[in-house]
């Protein structure tokens, strides 16, 4: 029986994540697993990518083949270099946070006319218009 650590897809349409399994060669993608060692969450940023060490130790040296995918995601961990007695990776590197971005009262907005209007509104002048009208009508009727 030829065993395989391949990617087990779970997840939406467009949002997916994946399970670090070890199956049988025969399997579908998503089938049967004899054992799961791991996660890889490309979607989130960084990409979350964790993996039991031991496990994966263990199935290598008992034959189990990793496909091409599995076999970047132990490069990127140093597993890999682990089995194959070479020297580790470098630690992958985090990207730095990014600094919230300044409010406008920060930059020297004004704090003058705040939550009003720039222009007055058209009906409001027509209803000060209409009013002065009757107003100065009735004043001269007087």
């Not at 189990?64 to 007695?85: M, R, S």
């Amino acid at each position: 029986m030829a065993v395989k650590i391949k990617l087990k897809r779970l997840g939406k349409i467009r949002s997916p994540h994946y399970r670090i399994v070890v199956a049988d060669s025969r399997t579908r993608r998503d089938g049967r697993a004899i054992e799961e060692i791991g996660l890889y969450h490309p979607v989130q940023n960084p990409s979350r990518i964790e993996v039991n060490a031991e496990r994966v130790a263990y199935w290598l040296s008992v034959g189990a083949q990793p496909t091409e995918p599995v076999l970047a995601i132990l490069k990127k961990t140093g597993d890999w270099q682990k089995f194959k007695g070479e020297p580790a990776p470098a630690p992958l590197l985090q990207p730095a946070e990014k600094a919230a971005r300044p409010s406008f009262e920060a930059l020297g907005g004004d704090d003058e006319n705040k939550g009003e209007a720039i222009t007055q509104k058209k009906k409001a002048e027509k209803k000060d218009e209409a009013a002065a009208e009757s107003s100065s009508a009735e004043s001269t009727e007087a």
